[in-house]
């Protein structure tokens, strides 16, 4: 059986409003960074990962740290929601994840570059090629 956990944080990270979603799935932590133009609201948060869930983009995973799961009494829960409320920014493995999936698309688009680099080098050189055989012909 699958043990899954998500938090979903609204940030303000100038000058966008950033929304970071996390998700851990037996243990491996996946991110995904939403980007929101003004300070969305409740139910625009909702209907967007409702309507995009299939378009979300998430990190590669990365091993999350082990927390072992317990009955929380209410009161202390309340408390600990509370308090994960105040904190402000991304946890340090969110980070990482997402930084994970930066060099990812780094690395992928350098090598789509270099690809489509060779192959007009390649095409180039054939057009060369095919001139020269036109003044060698001697129309």
Not at 83 to 91: A, D, F, P, S, Y
Not at 107 to 134: I, S, Y
Request: aromatic share 10%; glycine share 4%.
């Amino acid at each position: 059986m699958q043990k899954t956990q998500s938090t979903f944080i609204v940030v303000f990270d100038a000058p966008y409003w950033v929304g970071i979603y996390e998700r851990v799935i037996d243990g491996d932590l996946e991110v995904c960074k939403i980007t929101f133009g003004k300070e969305p609201k409740d139910y625009e948060v909702y209907t967007y990962l409702f309507e995009h869930w299939y378009t979300l983009s998430f990190s590669p995973q990365v091993q999350a740290t082990n927390h072992t799961s317990r009955k929380v009494n209410p009161k202390r829960m309340q408390r600990l929601v509370k308090k994960q409320m105040q904190e402000k920014g991304i946890t340090t493995k969110a980070q990482q994840a997402l930084k994970a999936q930066q060099e990812a698309r780094i690395q992928e688009k350098k090598h789509t570059k270099k690809v489509q680099k060779q192959e007009q080098k390649q095409q180039q050189f054939k057009l060369r090629q095919q001139k020269k055989k036109a003044k060698h012909r001697g129309h």
